[in-house]
């Protein structure tokens, strides 16, 4: 099976910092590769999939890049709003992992 | 709107069962391969099954494997995910999810349900 690994865990930040995260596949999955972002007590939110195409509605400030293994999510400029659990997941293979997340706490 | 509504959470002892339904609206059912996702307290998200949009086809991850069975009844629009051999690691709020495209193979999940939690404890 298909395991994604994402890094950091945790991340801290202020409002209007640019924001990296990290995922990488223990093999290559081309561009099938989603980013979701998670409030608490609610269900994900799909931000981008094909590795860099962004969902309807979802503010430019956010974008993705990467194919085979490995993936960046960016935020240009963070804002109140984002302060999250934001996952990768491979939709590759029929497993459809998921990475381990990453929190984005206010520094 | 389209909209998945899970219901049929609750307490069940360890090595009991339980089934999960999801009901669907707002969107051709039939015409979708559907799937289970799940999250454990404080943890992060795990894919736990899927189906095809006939249901000739099933997976699984590999915790579930031979306890869990997801099924589906088109002419209800619902999904299940029948469980039995409870375990206390199966604890977790179980989400229904569709996925962004209807067309062959797979696709991420853009329509979520709310999420029912299962709880498995003496």
């Known amino acids: 099976d298909i395991q994604m690994t994402q890094s950091p865990s945790t991340l801290s930040a202020s409002v209007g910092d640019r924001v990296t995260i990290t995922c990488r596949a223990s093999q290559s999955i081309s561009s099938s590769l989603a980013w979701y972002q998670q409030k608490p007590g609610k269900a994900p939110k799909l931000l981008i999939e094909k590795a860099s195409s962004l969902e309807t509605g979802v503010p430019s400030r956010f974008s993705g890049s990467g194919s085979g293994t490995e993936f960046t999510l960016t935020i240009s400029s963070l804002q109140p709003d984002d302060f999250a659990t934001y996952y990768c997941q491979q939709y590759n293979s029929y497993s459809r992992a998921f990475g381990q997340g990453t929190k984005v706490e206010i520094k | 709107e389209v909209q998945l509504l899970e219901s049929g959470g609750g307490l069940v002892q360890p090595g009991g069962s339980l089934r999960l339904s999801c009901a669907a609206s707002?969107?051709?059912?039939?015409?979708?391969?559907m799937s289970w996702v799940r999250q454990a307290p404080g943890k992060g998200l795990e894919w736990v099954s899927a189906?095809?949009?006939?249901?000739?086809?099933?997976n699984y991850a590999d915790s579930v494997k031979g306890r869990f069975t997801i099924s589906r009844d088109s002419s209800k629009d619902t999904l299940y995910l029948q469980m039995t051999s409870l375990r206390a690691d199966d604890t977790a709020v179980y989400f229904c999810?569709?996925?962004?495209?209807?067309?062959?193979?797979?696709?991420?999940?853009?329509?979520w349900g709310q999420g029912t939690q299962v709880t498995v404890s003496a």
């Open positions: 707002g969107f051709t059912f039939s015409s979708y391969g």
């Open positions: 999810a569709k996925p962004s495209s209807a067309s062959g193979r797979y696709y991420p999940y853009d329509v």
């Open positions: 189906i095809s949009a006939r249901a000739d086809s099933t």
